[in-house]
C-alpha cells in the first residue's frame, strides 16, 4: 500500500492516523460490492485491522481488505471539500 504526497500532508496535518474500513452490505436482493472507506482517526475496533506504519502513517487496515502493494491512498477534492480515497479497489 502506498499514501500519495498530498494525502500524506493532508493526513499528517489531521494527526497522523487514518482507517481503512470495508461496509459489508449483506442480505439484499443484489450482489453490492462497496469501496472501501477511508477516514481519519482510529477505528471503532482496532483488534479488527490490520496496523501498518507507511511513511510516518499509522494506517488501520480492515482485515477485509488486507494489505495489498496495488492500493493507494490519494487526496481528492471538490469544490474545496477535501476527502480520502482508496485507489486500485476493484468493485468486481
Not at 487514518?18 to 482510529?42: F, M, Q
Not at 511513511?55 to 482485515?63: C, L, P, Q, T
Not at 494489505?67 to 485507489?87: H, P, Q, R
Amino acid at each position: 500500500m502506498k499514501i500519495d504526497a498530498s494525502a500524506r500532508d493532508y493526513i499528517l496535518k489531521k494527526g497522523g492516523k487514518v482507517s481503512i474500513t470495508y461496509h459489508d452490505v449483506a442480505n439484499t436482493c443484489i450482489d453490492v460490492k462497496t469501496i472501501p472507506e477511508v477516514s481519519i482517526g482510529l477505528p471503532l475496533n482496532p483488534d479488527k485491522y490490520i496496523l501498518v506504519n507507511i511513511d510516518g502513517v499509522d494506517v488501520y487496515i480492515d482485515k477485509f481488505v488486507g494489505d495489498s502493494e496495488n492500493f493507494t491512498i490519494k487526496l481528492n477534492k471538490i469544490l474545496g471539500f477535501k476527502y480520502l480515497v482508496l485507489d486500485g479497489w476493484k468493485t468486481i
